[in-house]
């Protein structure tokens, strides 16, 4: 049996004691599935690793070692991972479920709509992410694949916001500068949020994540990524060869100061960047006073809005022994998200 019709029959199987419902998303080594813990009643994410790596020795003790790390992560805006184990030749590991949509969603809803997000609001997700992988950074973990599919607006406040911004799939990140799953022909991250040095096969670090930080707020700030990389070949060429088009040559109100921060995050070589993760956050945060006194024209204000009035999530009933999807609206007048209960009738 291949792998591949192994991932398409997890479906209605149970793992320990995880019921596997529906498949949440894909990538190069495995899978994640919506899943019910029968023992909790809850809902959870199970990553499922595909049977061919989980059956090389090397890469069996790596996934325990990144299962171990993952679950002493603690930070509101990491994913929290709550088991991990082995089921035969499937590895798996076991994560809080957030519902709803992931922000590349949000951003194709909002580039249909030919908008932008609001500069203020763009910092500050990037702060709360930037924060998130300063801790990681400060346990020895590297992400490494840092980009708008792998974060998850949980219904709660986080800082300024009427949501937190949640890192989902830390599946690259090890400890120190580890780069074995590189050398055996695993694709280490997403060539359009690659470092240039990552996309070279050189040696990353906690820069490398800067960089990708850099992508993520320049993608924000002006509705488009600064290369549209698809291989590891295009990356290598745009991100190490290639000047970056300057953000403001693509919104013009974005603030010189902001410009100036993005910029430096995607500097070529990583000594001119910045020297980590929390050198990045104090530049942003200088930053936000110009990003929130900047002033827009009235076409300017008709074309930004809140990613609140953009996401959707479930609520998650404690009483129901079985999970049930519903969605949410944002109550833009009063940042407020209210949870609304599911219309079946359209189903």
Partial sequence: MTDESVMDQMIGRTLNRYKIMEILGEGGVGAVFKAYDDLLQRQVAVKVM?????RRPNFRDRFLQEARTAARLDHPSIVEVHDFGQDNDLLYIVMEYIPGDNLRAMLQRLKAQNKWVILSEAVQIVQQVSDAIAYAHGQGVLHRDIKPENLMLKPEPGDHLPYRVVITDLGLAQLGATDSLAKDGISMGTPAYMSPEQALGQETDE???????????????????????S????????????????????????????????????????????????EFLAALEEALPVVDDA???????????????????????????????SSAAADTAGDVVEILEPDHSER
Avoid: C, W
């Fill in 295 to 325: 002033s827009f024209t009235p076409s300017d204000i008709s074309e930004t809005v809140s990613l609140t009035t953009q996401y959707e999530v479930a609520a998650t009933v404690a009483e129901e022994t079985m999970p049930m999807d």
């Fill in 231 to 278: 291989t590891i070949s295009e990356a290598a060429r745009y991100h190490a060869q290639e000047q970056v088009p300057l953000p403001r040559s693509i919104r013009s109100d974005l603030p010189i100061a902001l410009e100036k921060v993005i910029l430096k995050a995607l500097e070529k070589s990583p000594a001119n960047r910045y020297a980590g993760v929390p």
């Fill in 50 to 54: 595909r049977p061919d790596f989980a």
């Fill in 207 to 229: 820069r490398s994540d800067v960089y990708s930080l850099g992508v993520l707020l320049y993608e924000l700030a002006v509705g488009r990524l600064p290369f549209p990389a």
